[in-house]
C-alpha cells in the first residue's frame, strides 16, 4: 500500500454485533422513549448498528441502581480480597475475547485492528489486573495526635455513586482506566461511552455479568453528551464524575456539577504537546519518534506530540528525514495489517481536521506533506506535516485531534522551554537528547504532567498521567488512579489509661 491511497476493504469477518441495549441493573434495556441512534462505520460511512439513545429519565434509572447497589449491595461491603477475585474474573474474560473486541474498536472507532488485539484489549485488561492487586490494599493511617489524650486514625472509603464519561479515541482502555479504580474502590457507577464508540462498552458489561459483578455496579447508557452526559454531570444523587475528553466539555461538567450538588470532579482533558528534539538527538531516531508521537491513532490522542520544535543545527536534516519517512505512514483500512493510520472517527473529527489545514495554508504556514482527504468513501486523511508555523497560527494553538504536525526551529534550551511552555495545554511533553543535565533542567521546567525522555508513549499501568494547566485536574493510571474514587474519614476519640499515646 502506498502513502495516500486506501485499499477500500479486506477479507477479515467483521464481528457480529450482539449488544446495543442499555445496561442497567445487570440487564439490557431499551431506552425508556424508545428511541435509537446509529453508529457508523468510518471506513465506508455506512450504518453498523442502531443503538439505545439514553437520555435523562434512562440516566435516573441507571442512577437509582447504582445508588442501590452502593446503599444496600454487597459491592462496597465486600473485603478488598474478594473485589479482586470477581475484578480478576473481569480481566480473564476480557483476555478470553480480546480479538472480537479488537474488532469492535475498529469497525466502529476506526482503530487498527492489530494495535487492538496486541496492545489496546491487553491493556485493559491490564487495568483490571492492576486494579484488582490495589483493592485489598487501600488503607488509612494512624495519626500521631498532639493533643493528649486523643487518638486518631483515618479510613479510606469508596467515594459513592460515580459518573464515568468516556472518550472516543481510546474507548477500551478509557473504559479501563476510569472503571477498574472505581470498581477496586468499592464504587458503584453510571457509564456514558461516546455516542460513536458504543459497542465495546456493551460487551464489556455483558462480561461483567458473566464475572458476577453483582447487578447495579456497572450500569452503562449509551447517548450523547447533550443529553445522557448532561444528565450524569447534573445529577443530585451522583456523588463523583470522572471525565477524558475536550477541555471545552469539562468546563461545562465542572459548572454543572457546581450547580447541582458540588459533586467531585475529575477531568483528563485536552493538549497541545511539545515535542522538543535538541541538537544531539539521533535524527533518524528523532525522526521515527516525531512521526509516531504526532500520527499514531491517526492523532487522535490527547498527548500527541503535535508541536515539534527541533533546534536549528540539525532542523534541515530533520525535515529531510520526515518528508522521507512520511512517505511510508501508509493509511488504510484498520483490518489491513500494512496500515499504520486507519480512518478518522467521524465525518465530523473528518471535516473538523481538513478545516484545519485549510487554515495553515491560508495563514501562511509551508505544508510539506499531505494535506488532503483519501479516496471517495469513509474518512481518511493523509499524515500532514506543516513547516514554518507560528505561535498566532490556529494550528498552533488548538487541539486538532488528527494527524497534523506543526514544525519549528528554536535556538537556545531556553527559547525551546519557552516554546514548549506557550500553550494553554500541559498534558505531556517529549525530550530529544543524550545530555543528563539538560534533560534534568527541560524536564523540570515544563509544565506538564508527564514527561518522556528519548522516548514517547512511555503508559504503563503503574505510571500516573494527567494535566497542568488546562489539560485537567487529577491523575489516571496508578495509585493515583484510586484517590480519585475514595474519600477519607478520621476517627478521634479519647484514650485513657494506655501506657502510650
Not at 72 to 92: C, Q, S, V
Not at 163 to 176: K, R
Not at 190 to 196: C, D, H, R
Not at 362 to 389: H, Q, S
Amino acid at each position: 500500500m502506498e502513502n495516500g491511497k486506501c485499499n477500500g476493504g479486506t477479507t477479515v469477518k467483521l464481528p457480529e454485533i450482539k449488544f446495543t441495549k442499555l445496561f442497567i441493573n445487570g440487564q439490557f434495556l431499551d431506552a425508556a422513549s424508545g428511541k435509537t441512534f446509529e453508529t457508523i462505520d468510518p471506513r465506508n460511512g455506512e450504518v453498523i448498528a442502531k443503538i439505545a439513545e439514553g437520555d435523562k429519565e434512562d440516566v435516573d434509572l441507571a442512577v437509582k441502581a447504582a445508588r442501590h447497589a452502593f446503599d444496600h449491595g454487597p459491592w462496597p461491603r465486600m473485603t478488598g480480597f474478594e473485589r479482586a477475585k470477581l475484578i480478576n474474573k473481569f480481566a480473564d474474560l476480557i483476555e478470553q475475547n480480546i480479538e472480537e473486541l479488537a474488532k469492535l474498536d475498529a469497525v466502529d472507532g476506526g482503530k487498527l485492528f492489530q494495535l487492538g488485539k496486541f496492545a489496546d484489549i491487553p491493556a485493559t485488561a491490564g487495568h483490571f489486573r492492576y486494579n484488582a492487586g490495589a483493592a485489598d490494599k487501600i488503607h488509612g493511617e494512624t495519626l500521631k495526635m498532639t493533643r493528649q489524650p486523643l487518638f486518631g486514625y483515618t479510613l479510606k472509603e469508596p467515594i459513592g455513586v460515580v459518573g464515568n464519561i468516556i472518550p472516543w479515541n481510546f474507548p477500551s482502555i478509557m473504559f479501563a482506566t476510569k472503571v477498574a479504580p472505581a470498581m477496586a474502590a468499592g464504587c458503584t457507577m453510571v457509564v456514558k461511552p461516546a455516542e460513536q464508540t458504543s459497542l465495546s462498552a456493551l460487551f464489556y458489561a455483558h462480561l461483567s455479568k458473566e464475572a458476577g459483578i453483582p447487578d447495579g455496579v456497572l450500569n452503562i447508557v449509551t447517548g450523547f453528551g447533550s443529553t445522557a452526559g448532561a444528565a450524569i454531570a447534573s445529577h443530585m444523587d451522583i456523588d463523583k464524575v470522572s471525565f477524558t475528553g475536550s477541555t471545552d466539555v469539562g468546563r461545562k461538567i465542572m459548572q454543572a456539577a457546581a450547580t447541582s450538588n458540588l459533586k467531585k470532579v475529575s477531568l483528563e482533558l485536552g493538549g497541545k504537546s511539545p515535542l522538543l528534539i535538541f541538537n544531539d538527538a539521533d535524527i533518524d531516531k528523532a525522526a521515527d519518534l516525531a512521526l509516531l508521537g504526532c500520527f499514531y491513532n491517526k492523532g487522535e490522542i490527547c498527548v500527541a506530540s503535535s508541536r515539534v520544535f527541533v533546534q536549528e543545527g540539525i532542523y534541515d536534516k530533520v525535515v529531510e528525514k520526515l518528508i522521507e519517512k512520511a512517505k511510508d505512514w501508509t493509511v488504510g483500512d484498520p483490518f489491513d495489517s500494512t496500515a499504520k493510520q486507519g480512518p478518522q472517527v467521524d465525518k465530523r473529527q473528518f471535516e473538523k481536521i481538513l478545516s484545519y489545514i485549510e487554515h495553515g495554508k491560508n495563514e501562511g504556514a509551508t505544508l510539506l506533506t499531505g494535506g488532503k482527504a483519501i479516496g471517495d468513501k469513509g474518512y481518511f486523511i493523509e499524515p500532514t506535516i506543516f513547516a514554518d508555523v507560528t505561535e498566532d497560527m490556529k494550528i498552533y494553538q488548538d487541539e486538532i485531534f488528527g494527524p497534523v504536525m506543526s514544525l519549528m526551529k528554536f535556538k537556545t534550551v531556553e527559547e525551546g522551554i519557552k516554546c514548549a511552555n506557550n500553550t494553554k495545554y500541559g498534558l505531556a511533553a517529549g525530550i530529544l537528547s543524550q545530555n543528563i543535565d539538560l534533560i534534568n533542567t527541560v524536564s523540570r521546567s515544563i509544565k506538564a504532567g508527564i514527561i518522556w525522555v528519548n522516548c514517547y508513549f512511555g503508559f504503563d499501568l503503574d505510571c500516573p498521567y494527567g494535566g497542568y494547566k488546562m489539560s485537567g485536574n487529577c491523575r489516571e493510571s496508578g495509585m493515583d488512579a484510586l484517590d480519585n474514587f475514595l474519600q477519607t474519614k478520621s476517627v478521634v476519640m479519647p484514650l485513657h489509661n494506655s501506657p502510650w499515646m
